[in-house]
Structures are given as structure tokens and as C-alpha cells.
């Protein structure tokens, strides 16, 4: 997240349109409930088909900006990239400009590191999560909106989304430590393919088939044992938020009917509720999601400015002098 803030911080101008931009889009995000809500209290109690036409033409012209401000927004948020591209060109040159004796030392051994950094950094720090990271502040605005209708369910949505933060964080966990490990496995599958590519001659002269075999045999069995449980993994998290979304609706729906049949809400208003609280969870899924990742792009980052102090040729070019 510090990379992300920190290229904000660079271009002001840029956050402060993204910001408003984003304001805009969840404020217009607000206008399904309200429909909802003044469809069942107004049109439904009255029957007068002047307002449902004005309440469906109004809920479309909104529908329609929200989308073009969705649009608009993502190719704002584009201008992050450009950090993207001038690391890339940098590393080219670094590349490039690099002294023989650091290269053989330093560039050559970790030349695939390098380019997996730089598309970690490429499919990291893009539009799409930066948009999450602005979004995610904006769920009181649905919160506060919850409030309005019942102070009750905007704190039973609180409550879920604290559970939500805290389990999946529990989870997520497990997810990202096997992850590190498949990435590990998947270096030494490569390393193992690359050695038998390379010294194909000397292994058929040594006899080493054997022993490359086993070694072989014992990587893919560890990357299919972690990858199969990664994937047990990652359908456990995701059965978890949709169970929870779920639960939450349940619970909404539930306590909204008794402030229902005590006076305190009506039905049209816990319609609406339902669909904000379902709003809620979200965006916080997201940003769980994206954490992990974030930081694996900021380390990535880090290894990238470490490969770029490595010493540089100060001669590129030698010239021939007239005698």
C-alpha cells in the first residue's frame, strides 16, 4: 500500500480527481436502495404511475453516470502505471550500462528474478488496485447510511465486517505461506529443467539420469501436494465470504422484521438496508485480497532498487586517436 500512496503523493492533481471521482461514484452507488425504498413506500402505497415512471426513468439517467464514471475513473487512475514503465526503462538501461565483472557477479545470476520482479511490479501496481485501495474508505458512506435507516443494522454490519477482516486474515495466511512456497517449487522445477538443458552432455556422461529423476520426481510431488492444498485453501476463503454475505443478509433481514413490527422501520426501508449492508462487505473483501499481493510488489520493488546500485561502466566507448 506505501507504493501506492506514495505515487499518489507524487501527483496530487491526480489524487485529488481520483478521490472526487471515487466520492462521486459511491455517492451514485447510493441511488439502488434509495429506489428500492421509495418504490415500496411511495409508488406501492399510492399506486400513482407517474412517480414509479419518474423513480425508473431517474435510477437509469443515475445507472448510466455511475457507469461512465466507473470508465472515466479507471483511465485516470491509468497515470499510476506510468511508474511501471519508467522502472522497466531503468532496469533496461541499468542492464545495459552495467560493468562486465558486476554483471557476471550480479546481473546474470539473478536475470529471471529481475523480470519476475518487473511484471510483480506490472500486474501489482495497476488502475484496478489503486481504485481499491480509494474505494475501501468509502464504506461509512454506506455505513452512515445504514445509521440513518437504524442505528441497529449499521451495527450489525460493523460486527460482520470485523469478522470478516479477522478470519480472512487467519485464513489469507495460510494461503500466502503456500503460495511462497509453490513460487519456491516452481524456481527449482525451472532450475532443475534449465541444468538438464544445459549440461545435457555431461549428465549422459556421468550417468547423473538417475539422480536428476528423483530430484525431479521429488519437486513435482511437493508442487502438486502444495498446489492441491492451495487450492483447498482458496475455495475455503471464498465459501467463507459468500457464506458470510449470506449470514449478513440473514441477520439484516431478521432484525430488520422486528424493528419492522415494532414501528421502528419500514419494509421498503429494510429492503434498502439489506442491499447497503451487502454494499459493505465488498470492498473489504477486495482489500484483503490485495494486501498480500501489495506487499510482495513493494518487496519486489525493493530488490529492483538494490539490483539498480550495482556499479556501472564509466567508459561506454573506446576512439582511436590520429597518430
Not at 15 to 27: A, C, R, Y
Not at 232 to 255: A, C, D, E
Request: charged share 15%; with cysteine.
Amino acid at each position: 500500500m506505501k507504493e501506492v500512496y506514495k505515487r499518489l503523493r507524487e501527483n496530487p492533481k491526480l489524487f485529488i480527481k481520483l478521490f472526487i471521482s471515487s466520492l462521486i461514484v459511491n455517492l451514485l452507488a447510493l441511488a439502488t436502495p434509495i429506489f428500492v425504498i421509495l418504490v415500496l413506500q411511495r409508488y406501492i402505497t399510492h399506486g400513482v404511475s407517474s412517480t414509479l415512471f419518474t423513480l425508473l426513468v431517474g435510477i437509469i439517467i443515475i445507472i448510466i453516470f455511475e457507469f461512465f464514471f466507473r470508465n472515466i475513473r479507471h483511465n485516470m487512475a491509468g497515470e499510476i502505471e506510468v511508474k511501471n514503465v519508467i522502472i522497466s526503462d531503468t532496469i533496461f538501461k541499468k542492464i545495459n550500462t552495467i560493468s562486465t565483472s558486476n554483471y557476471e557477479l550480479f546481473g546474470k545470476p539473478q536475470s529471471g528474478l529481475i523480470m519476475n520482479n518487473i511484471q510483480k511490479v506490472n500486474r501489482i501496481f495497476n488502475a484496478s488496485v489503486t481504485l481499491i485501495l480509494i474505494d475501501a474508505p468509502f464504506i461509512f458512506i454506506f455505513i452512515g447510511a445504514l445509521a440513518l435507516l437504524h442505528y441497529h443494522l449499521a451495527l450489525i454490519t460493523i460486527i460482520f465486517i470485523a469478522v470478516q477482516i479477522i478470519v480472512s486474515k487467519f485464513l489469507l495466511k495460510r494461503v500466502n505461506e503456500q503460495e511462497y512456497t509453490l513460487e519456491k517449487l516452481l524456481f527449482d522445477k525451472n532450475k532443475i529443467i534449465n541444468e538438464t538443458s544445459n549440461k545435457y552432455i555431461t549428465i549422459r556422461y556421468f550417468s547423473f539420469h538417475s539422480f536428476m529423476n528423483v530430484k525431479w520426481k521429488k519437486v513435482l510431488n511437493n508442487f502438486f501436494t502444495i498446489s492441491d492444498k492451495l487450492e483447498i485453501n482458496r475455495n475455503l476463503v471464498s465459501s467463507f465470504l459468500y457464506s458470510l454475505t449470506l449470514l449478513l443478509t440473514v441477520s439484516i433481514i431478521s432484525w430488520g422484521s422486528l424493528l419492522v413490527v415494532d414501528g421502528l422501520l419500514t419494509i421498503g426501508a429494510l429492503i434498502g438496508a439489506n442491499i447497503l449492508a451487502s454494499r459493505c462487505l465488498g470492498p473489504v473483501s477486495k482489500l484483503i485480497y490485495n494486501l498480500e499481493p501489495l506487499k510482495k510488489g513493494e518487496q519486489a520493488i525493493q530488490s529492483l532498487e538494490k539490483f539498480l546500485k550495482t556499479p556501472s561502466e564509466l567508459i561506454f566507448q573506446t576512439s582511436i586517436k590520429n597518430l
